[in-house]
């Protein structure tokens, strides 16, 4: 877990560290018990940012987005190409030939 928070910072320099604490806590919890919801929930925070909401010096508060992802730079994001990597679902084996992993770490 010290990896995603690493790239949280890396990523979102901008934001206080209690924003990128709060999209950290919303990246980990589930809202739902059924998978498929959960898992569009994280597509769209990948995708699209986790809306966070942060106290300015003046007081105010004010909103952003904190990203899992380094779109503008994707030189600081690691991916790992992977030969033959096996899942398992519902009994049946599927083994694509390559898949790109995206690893949320630096």
Known sequence: ???LRKQFILSNSQLSKEAIEEAFKKVLRTDSP???????NFHKMLT??????????DGS???DKCW???F??????EFIAVNQYTV??????????IVILLMVCQ
């Open 48 to 57: 699209d940012g986790v809306d966070v909401e942060y106290r300015r010096k």
């Open 88 to 97: 398992v679902e519902n009994e049946i084996n599927r083994r694509p030939d």
């Open 68 to 70: 899992l992802f380094d």
């Open 72 to 77: 503008n730079n994707p030189e600081n994001n």
């Open 34 to 40: 059924d998978l498929v919801i959960n898992n569009r």
């Open 1 to 3: 877990m010290k990896d």
């Open 61 to 63: 508060i004010a909103g």
